[in-house]
């Protein structure tokens, strides 16, 4: 499969921890990287790698992979986290980028 | 700090030519991919296609037959062309410089990649 997979949406009390997943072949081999995108803006770079962070990013924000899934998890979360998520990594033949459909997180 | 600006023309007709440049400021333009992404309204991300220094490409499968994406080092740029636009099309575009390396183990290695400096983003809408 070629594909990218993620929930559609997750709620979460505030202070509590979410975890977002994304499924597909290619995380076997390629580490998914992770985004935020909040309304009206480009997406932000928050996990990629085994669980590497850019400058910037809380430790609260963390990523892990297992098999062919790959998860980020935001502990303590707080209002700012409510946005919607992406997963991405490169397919198997490495030539191609794959975007996971979004998952919208929503903070109660 | 890397910088992305991007511009173009937002206001196509069906049939015609969609057209944007990005622009690299302050940092190397070699080592990196450079891709396209963009974001229909209400929806998720799509990739379009990227390129490197040096011109190699790589396409999304499903737009490959329209898609042209070049590059100019000379002024730190990178552009994509995209043929016979339709209402489909219409979206948010964005560029990104996009990076990755390898992580092994004593047995096998894990290959990353990441988008870590966005434009931000050109809107372009497809109607008659």
């Known amino acids: 499969s070629s594909e990218l997979t993620q929930d559609p949406a997750v709620s979460v009390a505030l202070g509590q921890t979410v975890k977002i997943t994304c499924q597909g072949d290619s995380l076997r081999i390629f580490y998914a990287s992770w985004y935020q995108q909040k309304p009206g803006q480009a997406p932000v770079l928050v996990i990629y790698?085994?669980?590497m962070r850019p400058s910037g990013i809380p430790d609260r924000i963390s990523g892990s992979r297992t098999g062919n899934t790959a998860s980020l998890t935001i502990a303590g979360v707080q209002a700012e986290d409510e946005a919607d998520y992406y997963c991405n990594s490169r397919d198997r033949t490495g030539s191609h980028l794959l975007f996971g459909g979004g998952t919208k997180v929503t903070v109660l | 700090q890397v910088q992305l600006q991007q511009w173009g023309a937002g206001l196509l007709k069906p049939s015609e030519t969609l057209s944007l440049t990005c622009a690299v400021y302050g940092g190397s333009f070699s080592g990196y991919y450079w891709s396209w992404i963009r974001q229909p309204p209400g929806k998720g991300l799509e990739w379009i296609g990227e390129?490197?220094?040096?011109?190699?490409?790589n396409y999304n499968p499903s737009l490959t037959s329209r898609l042209n994406i070049s590059v100019d080092t000379s002024k730190n740029q990178f552009s994509l062309k995209l043929r016979s636009v339709t209402a489909a099309d219409t979206a948010v575009y964005y560029c990104?410089?996009?990076?990755?390396?390898?992580?092994?183990?004593?047995?096998?290695?894990?290959?990353?990649?990441?988008?870590?400096?966005w434009g931000r983003g050109t809107t372009v809408s497809v109607s008659s």
């Open positions: 990104a410089r996009h990076g990755g390396g390898e992580d092994c183990g004593s047995t096998s290695c894990s290959f990353y990649s990441y988008m870590d400096v």
């Open positions: 790698g085994e669980n």
């Open positions: 390129i490197n220094n040096i011109g190699s490409t």
